[in-house]
């Protein structure tokens, strides 16, 4: 299946912006949680 160019949905930059700050929020989520799971398996090692 062949999919032409113009099927495409074009994105305004507000919403490219919005999406940019969203994936930007979502990685600093990601890197928090794993920073807590480091630091509790590090804790619960600890003599």
């Known amino acids: ?3 032409a ?3 495409r949905v074009r994105l ?3 919403e490219k912006s919005a999406r940019r700050k969203r ?3 979502i990685a600093i989520v990601l890197v928090a949680l794993v920073a ?3 630091v509790v398996s590090i804790v619960k090692m600890a003599p």
């Open 12 to 14: 305004t930059e507000a």
């Open 36 to 38: 807590i799971f480091y």
């Open 23 to 25: 994936s930007i929020a």
């Open 5 to 7: 160019s113009d099927d």
């Open 1 to 3: 299946m062949t999919v």
